[in-house]
Protein backbone atom coordinates (compact mmCIF):
# COMPACT_ATOMS: atom_id res chain seq x y z
CA UNK A 1 0.00 0.00 0.00
CA UNK A 2 1.58 3.13 -1.26
CA UNK A 3 0.96 6.33 -2.94
CA UNK A 4 2.79 7.95 -5.54
CA UNK A 5 3.61 11.26 -6.07
CA UNK A 6 3.88 11.20 -9.53
CA UNK A 7 5.18 14.35 -11.87
CA UNK A 8 2.98 14.32 -15.13
CA UNK A 9 5.40 16.88 -16.94
CA UNK A 10 4.08 19.86 -18.65
CA UNK A 11 1.58 18.45 -20.36
CA UNK A 12 2.60 16.63 -23.25
CA UNK A 13 1.91 12.93 -22.68
CA UNK A 14 4.91 11.84 -24.28
CA UNK A 15 7.09 13.51 -21.92
CA UNK A 16 5.99 11.44 -18.77
CA UNK A 17 8.37 9.39 -17.70
CA UNK A 18 8.14 5.29 -18.12
CA UNK A 19 7.85 4.74 -14.25
CA UNK A 20 4.82 7.39 -14.27
CA UNK A 21 3.04 5.52 -17.35
CA UNK A 22 4.13 2.32 -15.63
CA UNK A 23 2.45 3.41 -12.65
CA UNK A 24 -0.91 4.95 -13.84
CA UNK A 25 -1.52 1.92 -16.18
CA UNK A 26 -1.63 -0.27 -12.55
CA UNK A 27 -3.58 2.61 -10.58
CA UNK A 28 -6.41 1.79 -8.40
CA UNK A 29 -6.86 5.22 -7.65
CA UNK A 30 -5.80 8.38 -9.32
CA UNK A 31 -5.63 11.42 -7.14
CA UNK A 32 -4.83 14.41 -9.83
CA UNK A 33 -4.89 18.04 -10.39
CA UNK A 34 -6.41 20.75 -12.75
CA UNK A 35 -3.61 20.84 -14.88
CA UNK A 36 -3.15 17.43 -16.20
CA UNK A 37 -4.19 16.42 -19.56
CA UNK A 38 -7.04 14.01 -20.28
CA UNK A 39 -4.91 11.63 -22.74
CA UNK A 40 -2.32 11.46 -19.50
CA UNK A 41 -5.60 10.02 -17.54
CA UNK A 42 -6.57 7.66 -20.14
CA UNK A 43 -3.49 5.81 -19.46
CA UNK A 44 -5.20 4.15 -16.36
CA UNK A 45 -7.37 1.74 -16.35
CA UNK A 46 -11.16 1.61 -16.81
CA UNK A 47 -12.01 0.51 -13.31
CA UNK A 48 -9.60 2.69 -11.33
CA UNK A 49 -10.92 5.54 -9.48
CA UNK A 50 -10.68 8.85 -10.77
CA UNK A 51 -10.49 11.86 -7.88
CA UNK A 52 -10.21 15.35 -9.35
CA UNK A 53 -8.78 17.54 -6.85
CA UNK A 54 -8.09 20.73 -8.50
CA UNK A 55 -8.11 23.30 -7.00
CA UNK A 56 -10.03 25.85 -8.79
CA UNK A 57 -9.92 30.28 -8.03
CA UNK A 58 -11.94 30.65 -5.17
CA UNK A 59 -11.90 26.96 -3.77
CA UNK A 60 -12.12 26.70 0.07
CA UNK A 61 -8.82 27.83 2.23
CA UNK A 62 -9.17 23.97 3.49
CA UNK A 63 -8.72 22.32 0.32
CA UNK A 64 -5.36 21.15 0.75
CA UNK A 65 -6.83 19.49 3.92
CA UNK A 66 -9.50 17.58 2.29
CA UNK A 67 -6.69 16.68 -0.71
CA UNK A 68 -4.49 14.78 2.46
CA UNK A 69 -7.40 13.28 3.96
CA UNK A 70 -8.21 11.70 0.62
CA UNK A 71 -4.59 10.64 0.25
CA UNK A 72 -4.73 9.06 3.78
CA UNK A 73 -8.07 7.21 2.99
CA UNK A 74 -7.18 6.07 -0.55
CA UNK A 75 -3.87 5.02 1.23
CA UNK A 76 -4.79 3.03 3.56
CA UNK A 77 -7.41 0.90 1.27
CA UNK A 78 -5.57 0.60 -2.09
CA UNK A 79 -2.45 -0.74 -2.93
CA UNK A 80 -1.68 1.63 -5.78
CA UNK A 81 -2.62 5.14 -5.60
CA UNK A 82 -1.28 7.43 -8.06
CA UNK A 83 -1.30 11.19 -6.67
CA UNK A 84 -1.04 13.08 -10.34
CA UNK A 85 0.71 16.61 -10.20
CA UNK A 86 1.74 18.69 -13.47
CA UNK A 87 5.24 19.31 -13.88
CA UNK A 88 7.40 18.07 -10.92
CA UNK A 89 5.44 17.13 -7.61
CA UNK A 90 8.16 18.78 -5.53
CA UNK A 91 8.47 22.23 -7.84
CA UNK A 92 5.90 24.12 -6.15
CA UNK A 93 3.46 21.20 -6.09
CA UNK A 94 2.84 20.81 -1.97
CA UNK A 95 4.72 17.38 -3.32
CA UNK A 96 6.93 17.74 0.40
CA UNK A 97 3.46 18.78 2.52
CA UNK A 98 1.42 15.68 0.87
CA UNK A 99 4.39 13.10 1.59
CA UNK A 100 4.74 14.27 5.19
CA UNK A 101 0.73 13.65 6.18
CA UNK A 102 1.24 10.19 4.55
CA UNK A 103 4.04 9.30 6.45
CA UNK A 104 2.27 10.72 9.96
CA UNK A 105 -0.85 8.59 8.97
CA UNK A 106 1.98 5.58 8.73
CA UNK A 107 1.62 5.30 4.79
CA UNK A 108 4.60 4.38 2.42
CA UNK A 109 5.07 7.02 -0.09
CA UNK A 110 7.33 6.89 -2.97
CA UNK A 111 7.84 9.85 -5.68
CA UNK A 112 8.30 9.91 -9.51
CA UNK A 113 10.42 13.01 -10.44
CA UNK A 114 8.47 14.62 -13.22
CA UNK A 115 9.62 17.38 -16.18
CA UNK A 116 8.58 20.79 -14.60
CA UNK A 117 7.27 23.59 -16.08
CA UNK A 118 10.57 25.83 -15.26
CA UNK A 119 12.92 24.04 -17.59
CA UNK A 120 10.45 22.84 -20.05
CA UNK A 121 8.31 25.69 -21.03
CA UNK A 122 11.49 27.77 -21.81
CA UNK A 123 12.91 24.80 -23.46
CA UNK A 124 9.71 24.03 -25.56
CA UNK A 125 10.13 28.18 -26.89
CA UNK A 126 13.78 26.91 -27.65
CA UNK A 127 15.13 28.79 -24.54
CA UNK A 128 17.82 27.25 -23.09
CA UNK A 129 18.12 28.43 -19.00
CA UNK A 130 21.36 28.44 -19.36
CA UNK A 131 23.69 29.36 -22.27
CA UNK A 132 27.69 29.29 -22.10
CA UNK A 133 28.25 33.05 -22.59
CA UNK A 134 24.77 34.34 -21.50
CA UNK A 135 23.62 32.39 -18.60
CA UNK A 136 25.43 30.32 -16.04
CA UNK A 137 22.88 29.76 -13.47
CA UNK A 138 18.68 29.57 -13.58
CA UNK A 139 16.62 30.82 -10.25
CA UNK A 140 13.37 29.62 -10.08
CA UNK A 141 10.77 31.21 -7.92
CA UNK A 142 7.35 31.97 -7.47
CA UNK A 143 5.04 34.93 -7.76
CA UNK A 144 2.18 33.82 -5.96
CA UNK A 145 2.96 36.31 -3.56
CA UNK A 146 2.91 40.03 -4.39
CA UNK A 147 6.04 40.84 -5.13
CA UNK A 148 6.00 44.28 -3.72
CA UNK A 149 4.17 42.89 -0.47
CA UNK A 150 5.95 40.11 0.62
CA UNK A 151 8.91 39.75 2.00
CA UNK A 152 9.72 35.65 1.64
CA UNK A 153 11.70 36.58 -1.38
CA UNK A 154 14.36 39.08 -2.01
CA UNK A 155 13.47 40.35 -5.10
CA UNK A 156 16.72 42.77 -4.75
CA UNK A 157 18.76 40.15 -4.18
CA UNK A 158 16.91 38.19 -7.80
CA UNK A 159 17.24 41.12 -9.77
CA UNK A 160 21.25 41.34 -9.19
CA UNK A 161 21.69 37.09 -9.50
CA UNK A 162 23.00 37.41 -12.84
CA UNK A 163 21.37 34.10 -13.65
CA UNK A 164 18.05 33.48 -15.28
CA UNK A 165 15.36 33.68 -13.70
CA UNK A 166 12.16 31.69 -13.99
CA UNK A 167 9.14 32.73 -12.37
CA UNK A 168 5.62 30.71 -12.36
CA UNK A 169 2.57 31.26 -11.13
CA UNK A 170 3.29 34.69 -12.08
CA UNK A 171 0.44 35.72 -14.68
CA UNK A 172 -1.50 38.01 -12.25
CA UNK A 173 1.52 39.91 -11.03
CA UNK A 174 3.19 40.90 -14.27
CA UNK A 175 3.00 45.14 -13.38
CA UNK A 176 4.88 43.83 -9.61
CA UNK A 177 7.56 41.75 -11.02
CA UNK A 178 8.98 44.42 -13.88
CA UNK A 179 8.39 47.14 -11.40
CA UNK A 180 10.43 45.21 -7.99
CA UNK A 181 13.06 43.93 -10.73
CA UNK A 182 13.89 47.02 -12.42
CA UNK A 183 13.81 48.70 -8.96
CA UNK A 184 16.44 46.25 -7.64
CA UNK A 185 18.38 47.05 -10.01
CA UNK A 186 17.78 45.12 -13.51
CA UNK A 187 18.09 46.77 -16.70
CA UNK A 188 14.44 47.60 -18.12
CA UNK A 189 15.62 46.01 -21.56
CA UNK A 190 16.20 43.06 -20.07
CA UNK A 191 14.83 39.93 -22.53
CA UNK A 192 11.52 38.62 -21.31
CA UNK A 193 9.65 35.59 -22.36
CA UNK A 194 6.30 34.17 -21.71
CA UNK A 195 5.81 31.07 -22.59
CA UNK A 196 2.23 29.90 -22.15
CA UNK A 197 0.44 26.07 -22.05
CA UNK A 198 4.09 24.85 -23.27
CA UNK A 199 4.21 21.52 -24.79
CA UNK A 200 0.23 21.43 -25.56
CA UNK A 201 -1.30 22.74 -29.19
CA UNK A 202 -2.04 26.06 -26.89
CA UNK A 203 1.82 26.87 -26.68
CA UNK A 204 1.96 30.20 -27.04
CA UNK A 205 4.98 32.06 -26.52
CA UNK A 206 5.61 36.19 -25.69
CA UNK A 207 8.61 38.10 -26.31
CA UNK A 208 9.13 41.52 -24.78
CA UNK A 209 11.31 43.28 -22.27
CA UNK A 210 11.37 43.51 -18.18
CA UNK A 211 9.93 47.11 -18.76
CA UNK A 212 7.31 45.72 -21.62
CA UNK A 213 6.20 42.79 -19.57
CA UNK A 214 3.39 44.76 -18.01
CA UNK A 215 2.00 45.52 -21.14
CA UNK A 216 1.53 41.74 -22.52
CA UNK A 217 -1.35 39.48 -21.77
CA UNK A 218 -0.52 36.76 -19.44
CA UNK A 219 -2.70 33.35 -18.98
CA UNK A 220 -2.70 30.49 -16.94
CA UNK A 221 -0.77 28.41 -17.02
CA UNK A 222 2.38 30.67 -18.28
CA UNK A 223 6.09 30.44 -17.22
CA UNK A 224 7.63 33.82 -17.25
CA UNK A 225 11.56 33.78 -18.33
CA UNK A 226 13.85 37.11 -17.57
CA UNK A 227 17.52 37.35 -18.65
CA UNK A 228 19.35 37.37 -21.66
CA UNK A 229 18.62 33.68 -22.43
CA UNK A 230 15.12 34.89 -23.02
CA UNK A 231 16.08 36.56 -26.56
CA UNK A 232 16.74 33.53 -27.92
CA UNK A 233 15.31 31.01 -30.20
CA UNK A 234 17.58 28.08 -31.17
CA UNK A 235 14.85 25.51 -32.08
CA UNK A 236 11.65 25.98 -34.86
CA UNK A 237 9.46 25.97 -31.41
CA UNK A 238 6.61 26.43 -34.13
CA UNK A 239 7.60 22.95 -35.20
CA UNK A 240 7.53 21.01 -32.20
CA UNK A 241 4.23 22.44 -31.71
CA UNK A 242 2.92 20.78 -34.95
CA UNK A 243 4.88 17.68 -34.54
CA UNK A 244 2.96 17.27 -31.25
CA UNK A 245 -0.75 18.13 -32.72
CA UNK A 246 0.04 15.36 -35.28
CA UNK A 247 0.86 12.86 -32.95
CA UNK A 248 -2.23 13.25 -30.75
CA UNK A 249 -4.31 13.50 -33.87
CA UNK A 250 -3.24 9.71 -34.23
CA UNK A 251 -5.14 8.84 -30.81
CA UNK A 252 -4.25 8.17 -27.20
CA UNK A 253 0.26 8.55 -26.67
CA UNK A 254 0.85 4.37 -24.75
C1 LIG B 1 1.36 25.28 -8.98
S1 LIG B 1 2.66 25.53 -10.11
C2 LIG B 1 3.10 23.86 -10.39
C3 LIG B 1 4.44 23.69 -11.06
C4 LIG B 1 4.73 22.26 -11.43
N1 LIG B 1 4.85 21.42 -10.26
C5 LIG B 1 5.98 22.12 -12.28
O1 LIG B 1 6.97 21.54 -11.82
O2 LIG B 1 5.96 22.55 -13.43
C6 LIG B 1 1.77 25.96 -11.58
C7 LIG B 1 2.58 26.90 -12.45
O3 LIG B 1 3.50 26.15 -13.25
C8 LIG B 1 3.65 26.78 -14.51
N2 LIG B 1 3.22 25.85 -15.57
C9 LIG B 1 2.66 24.64 -15.38
N3 LIG B 1 2.44 24.03 -16.57
C10 LIG B 1 2.85 24.89 -17.53
C11 LIG B 1 2.90 24.85 -18.95
N4 LIG B 1 2.46 23.78 -19.64
N5 LIG B 1 3.40 25.92 -19.61
C12 LIG B 1 3.86 27.00 -18.95
N6 LIG B 1 3.86 27.08 -17.61
C13 LIG B 1 3.37 26.06 -16.89
C14 LIG B 1 2.79 28.06 -14.49
O4 LIG B 1 3.61 29.11 -14.03
C15 LIG B 1 1.75 27.68 -13.45
O5 LIG B 1 1.17 28.84 -12.88
Redesign the pocket.
Known amino acids: MTVHLVGAG ?2 DPDLLTVRAVRLLEQADVVVFDR ?1 VDDRILELAPPWAEMVDVGKRPGAPTDAQDRINDILVDRGRRFDCVVRL ?5 F ?3 RGGEEALELRAAGIAVAEVP ?1 I ?3 IA ?1 PAAAGIPVTMRGISSGFTVVTAHQDPNADLWLNWDALATTGTTLVI ?4 SRTAQISERLIAGGMAPSTPVAV ?6 TKQHVQRSTLAGLPELTVI ?4 IVVGGVAAQSVLDHELIAITGADLHREGPVR
Open positions: PGLKGGDPVFGGTSAALMGAVRAATTNPST
